[in-house]
């Protein structure tokens, strides 16, 4: 048995083609339904999945409950949590940037709105810039429309939401994708069922982007 903890949200929803390609078994109802734990049988074993929180998912693998996760890089680097990056799925990619109001560019950064307090922080050093991070949970553009930041740093992909909002990208920091990841000890204890996984999507990622067999 190998259990994988999927990031459910934009994560799953862009995964999930890949999945299909790589001939990998997952549940069809995962969508419509409000279970959070489905097992399903895949060549001689058998594959578990807990869909989880994104943030959670590094957990689940950490704690070894889940062999395998599922999840944006953007949340790998922010924990930094103890487990192998085994492959980027080149699905669920985004940028992640920092953004504001036109009228502030010119500004030195102050204070900084995200949900990345330390890759932001980093960031902002690295720049040599001191800045106050604010900590938010959703919707981070808010809080440089109404000026309680002069800064965010969040993710961007259409665009659309700093457009909505007024805003625009003062500098492109990480791309971000869905990566596979592994528990260390699974990856030695579970070596071929990892494998069989991870060449299943190998074969899958080639085949899409034009050199494969
Ligand atoms: N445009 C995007 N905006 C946000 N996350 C994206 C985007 N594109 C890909 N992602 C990936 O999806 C993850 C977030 O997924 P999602 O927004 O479904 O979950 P969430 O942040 O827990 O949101 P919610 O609390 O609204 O469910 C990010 O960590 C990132 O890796
Ligand atoms: O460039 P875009 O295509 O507009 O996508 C970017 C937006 O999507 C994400 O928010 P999400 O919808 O996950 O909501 P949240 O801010 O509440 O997490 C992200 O935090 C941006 O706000």
Redesign the pocket.
């Known amino acids: 048995m190998l259990t994988v903890a999927m990031?459910?949200?934009?994560?799953l929803d862009?995964v999930v083609p890949l999945w299909e390609e790589a001939g990998i078994a997952y549940p069809r109802d995962w969508d419509e339904s409000r279970a959070l734990v489905f097992e399903i049988p895949w060549r001689d074993a058998s594959l578990r999945y807990l869909l989880a929180?994104?943030?959670d998912v590094p957990t689940y693998v950490a704690y070894g409950v889940a062999d395998l996760g599922v999840?944006?890089?953007?949340?790998l680097l922010e924990q930094e949590r103890e487990m192998y990056e085994l492959f980027d799925l080149g699905v669920?990619?985004?940028k992640l940037c920092v953004a504001g109001r036109e009228e502030e560019r010119r500004h030195a950064p102050r204070r900084v709105a995200t949900?990345y307090p330390k890759l932001a922080d980093r960031y902002f050093r690295s720049q040599g810039h001191q800045v106050e991070i604010v900590p938010l949970a959703?919707s981070i553009e808010l809080a440089s429309v109404i000026g309680l930041t002069d800064r965010i740093f969040d993710?961007?992909?259409?665009g659309e939401t700093l457009r909505a909002n007024g805003l625009v990208v003062f500098d492109e920091v990480l791309d971000?994708s869905?990566r596979l990841v592994a528990n260390r000890s699974s990856y030695r204890m579970k070596h071929a069922e990892i494998s069989a996984c991870l060449h299943a999507l190998e074969a899958a990622a080639a085949r899409r982007n034009g050199h494969a067999p």
């Open positions: 990031a459910k949200g934009r994560t862009d929180k994104p943030a999840v944006g890089n953007d949340i669920a990619r985004c949900k959703g993710l961007v992909q259409t971000i869905a």
